[in-house]
């Protein structure tokens, strides 16, 4: 049926006869002074009564729209343009920052052809209440957009709907030590608030633009119709722009994965059950556990966002390539020799626990959930292993943990020292309680270089490579240490991290730099400190986040293993690692949940039942 000159559509009852009227005609919009003739409201009789009688003007917007017509109908043009441009914005916007570009608002989205559609043949008061939910529905989709692409800037991953919840519990008390309770109090309420005005907007400007296409329904029909066949055809000939299709269905993508996402969710603590009841090593005697390492001091050492792009991005392999070079050199000058391979981590950017817990446990820790179902379970990990043999004394040097660790316990560890017990009295590096050499320093006066004491086992994290990576601690005499009140005169000396991360080139640097200090802190302490029993395992925990990466970078980090005794490196010399503390590029690459059985067997009984290790 075709529109009058009025842009009104004779015999159809309920739509606005004006098109300056008919963007905002609804009797469900917010927008007063705009209300639908459909709901049978009766004519703006009051809107001009009493006028001569000095009595208020009070039609549209209560009298401004008659006063300022010409104002009011740039306003209402202006808004109603703005409405479209948001539905555009939300139907198109990736959830990935680096696909943020102008091509990716070049296209046709199929959502948006095919709601037209709908809202185009339903009744007004059916379409008033599909735009609502239709609306409201696809603000939700945005926020959770906007929620993927933090997820993808620091884990690489997007965000689950089922298993990362109990993320935002950490991120708030992340902004707590960060900015204080009120300032993290204040953030989460702007967020909130941010939340809430997205979806209100989306969801108006969605009804909107129904209105002004009910209002026009002709016009809008053919502008459907012509969409849906370009849409048709570009998929057919598979027409892009810049490399990206110019016909989009994104919005259906991401629900299907969401949809595929939450299924594996709910199934997930079934499963993670099922592989949790299976260790090849629960029922060997104590005594015949890691027989090929008794006598020795065995460090298992987590080095920060040691990841492989350290070792093999042309931004930062040279430098750090001159200093396992270096590392190598001056360890086996010391007596000491090393083998490295590669590990994949479950995760990257953040969540080292999660790394941290998949090495020593031998499953596959990707989650939150998983952790809390692993640390209430009685599944023996690496170090509990060493705890249960009784030959070894089992320590935690855990610099980063602020408060009770009950998890240390599950763990295997006789004794912990948190970032509390150290003895440091100098300052924090941005997140980073105490530097890496202090902390080792530290280990050796607590525990290491006690004389008489049994074999030690310990489990060492090096924190200086936390993010943001400034200020960075420098290497000092290791006589000079002290209680660490000379690292106030070098966290004065380092740069400002809000002034680093305000340039990636910048980022990338001091990531390399805080590695480089991590390095050198640890084998500086080999040579320092070790001797012929001493065995070090080091590795990193997971990669740093895409913004020293870049996108698709991988998980998979580099694993060491120092000894002086050259039987201790024999057994595993069937792994095939490199020599050295340079992983060759081809190097074996196992999954981080493999480690455990592999380790226990080149020092103890080959178990019968144990699997096969294969990178997941």
């Known amino acids: 049926m075709e529109a009058d000159d ?10 606005s006869a004006a098109a300056d009227r008919a963007s905002g005609a609804e009797a469900g919009d917010d927008t007063p002074g705009l209300r639908a003739p459909d709901e049978g409201d009766a004519p703006e009789e009051a809107a001009g009564a009493g006028e001569g009688d000095g009595a208020p003007v009070r039609a549209g917007w209560w009298g401004w ?13 202006g808004t109603t343009v703005l409405a479209g441009a948001l539905v555009l914005f939300a139907l198109l916007v990736p959830n990935h920052l680096d696909r943020l570009g102008f091509d990716a608002f070049l296209r046709i989205p199929a959502e948006g052809v095919l709601l037209a559609g709908l809202l185009l043949v339903l009744p007004p008061r059916a379409r008033r209440i599909t735009a609502w939910c239709a609306g409201i529905g696809l603000g939700l989709l945005t926020v959770l957009k906007f929620i993927d692409m933090g997820f993808y800037s620091v884990l690489d991953r997007p965000f689950d709907l089922v298993l990362d919840w109990i993320l935002f519990d950490d991120a708030a008390e992340f902004l707590k030590e960060s900015v204080g309770r009120t300032g993290a109090l204040l953030a989460v309420v702007a967020v909130v608030v941010l939340v809430v005005v997205l979806l209100v907007l989306v969801a108006l400007a969605v009804v909107r633009v129904s209105t002004l296409m009910a209002a026009h329904r002709t016009v809008a029909a053919r502008t459907t119709l012509v969409l849906g066949t370009a849409w048709i055809t570009c998929v057919t000939l598979g ?21 595929h ?5 709910i199934r997930d603590g079934r499963v993670f059950a099922e592989q949790a009841r299976v260790d090849a090593f629960a029922d060997t005697p104590p005594d015949q556990l890691l027989t090929g390492l008794r006598g020795k001091d065995v460090l298992f050492t987590f080095i920060e966002s ?8 042309p931004a930062m392999a040279k430098q750090v390539d001159a200093v396992l070079k270096d590392g190598t050199a001056s360890l086996k000058a010391a007596g000491f020799s090393s083998r490295s391979g590669w590990l994949k981590s479950p995760i990257a950017g953040a969540g080292s626990w999660l790394a941290h817990s998949t090495f020593l446990s031998g499953l596959w820790i990707k989650n939150q959930q998983r952790y809390r179902n692993l640390t209430s379970s009685d599944r023996a990990t690496l170090t509990s292993y060493f705890q ?15 408060r009770a660790w009950p998890e240390g316990k599950f763990f295997g560890l006789d004794h912990i020292y948190d970032s509390e017990h150290l003895g440091y009295k100098g300052p924090y590096f941005s997140w980073t309680p105490v530097p890496d050499q202090f902390s080792l320093e530290a280990f050796e006066r607590l525990e290491h270089g006690k004389k008489d004491r049994k074999p030690m086992m310990a489990e060492i994290i090096l924190a200086s490579s936390h993010n943001p990576w400034a200020p960075i601690a420098r290497m000092v005499d290791w006589d000079d240490l002290g209680d660490g009140s000379l690292f106030e005169q070098i966290k004065k000396e380092g740069k400002d991290p809000k002034e680093v991360w305000k340039n990636p080139e910048d980022v990338r640097t001091e990531y390399r730099r805080a590695i480089e200090y991590s390095l050198h802190s640890l084998t500086e302490f080999v040579e320092r400190y070790g001797d012929e029993n001493t065995v070090l395992v080091f590795l990193g925990d997971h990669q740093p986040n895409p913004t020293v990466t870049g996108s698709g970078a991988g998980k998979d980090v580099p694993v060491t293993v120092v000894a002086h ?3 201790v490196l024999e057994k595993i010399s ?7 503390l340079k992983p060759a590029e081809d190097a074996p690459r196992w999954g981080m949940d493999k480690f455990r059985d592999r380790f226990l067997t080149a020092y103890g009984p080959h178990p019968g039942s144990a699997a096969p290790a294969t990178t997941p």
């Open 6 to 15: 009025d842009g009104a559509i004779p015999g159809e009852p309920g739509e």
């Open 65 to 77: 729209r008659r006063r300022y017509p010409r104002a009011a109908r740039t306003v209402t043009v």
């Open 239 to 259: 027409v892009q722009f810049t490399d990206v299709p110019v016909a989009a269905k994104l919005n259906a993508n991401l629900l299907e994965n969401r949809a």
């Open 261 to 265: 996402q939450v299924r594996a969710g």
């Open 306 to 313: 040691y990841g492989r792009s350290a070792i093999e991005d």
């Open 388 to 402: 249960k043999t009784g030959a070894w004394r089992t320590v935690g040097i855990v610099p980063g943990v602020r």
């Open 565 to 567: 005794d050259p039987k």
């Open 574 to 580: 069937g792994w095939n690692w490199t020599e050295g």
